[in-house]
Nanobody
Framework: QVQLVESGGGLVQAGASLRLSCKAS?????????MGWFRQAQGKEREPVAG????????YVVDSVKGRFAISRDNAKNTVYLQMDSLKPEDTAVYYC???????????????WGQGTQVTVSS
């Protein structure tokens, strides 16, 4: 069964940076799909954060992280990244990745969510 494994989270102070990674256990499912990052803060619904098309030349980020977060991918490594700069306390959440329908439609399409990676930003 193909899995997506997120990593790279941690506890940081406001203004710091983190780089999250999401590695797919199979290149077969990874390289043909758009990928997205999502986050879920405690007590809130999971929300999209950023998306990237299969080739990596088109990206999308939500307004709340625009100018601070960037998504990229390395298909040779079956990995998608989320570079997070100028972190704010409101970015605190568990971050997940998934295949998505497209960067215009951030609907997650993977068959299950991984464990995610916790990002905690202190003020």
């Amino acid at each position: 069964q193909v899995q997506l494994v997120e990593s790279g989270g941690g506890l940081v102070q406001a203004g710091a940076s983190l780089r999250l990674s999401c590695k797919a256990s199979s290149g077969r499912i990874f390289s043909d799909h758009a990928m997205g990052w999502f986050r879920q803060a405690q007590g809130k619904e999971r929300e999209p954060v950023a998306g990237i098309n299969w080739s990596g030349d088109r990206t999308y980020v939500v307004d709340s992280v625009k100018g601070r977060f960037a998504i990229s991918r390395d298909n040779a490594k079956n990995t998608v990244y989320l570079q997070m700069d100028s972190l704010k306390p409101e970015d605190t959440a568990v971050y997940y990745c998934s295949t998505i329908l497209s960067i215009k439609n951030m609907k997650p399409t993977f068959n299950s969510w991984g464990q995610g990676t916790q990002v905690t930003v202190s003020s």
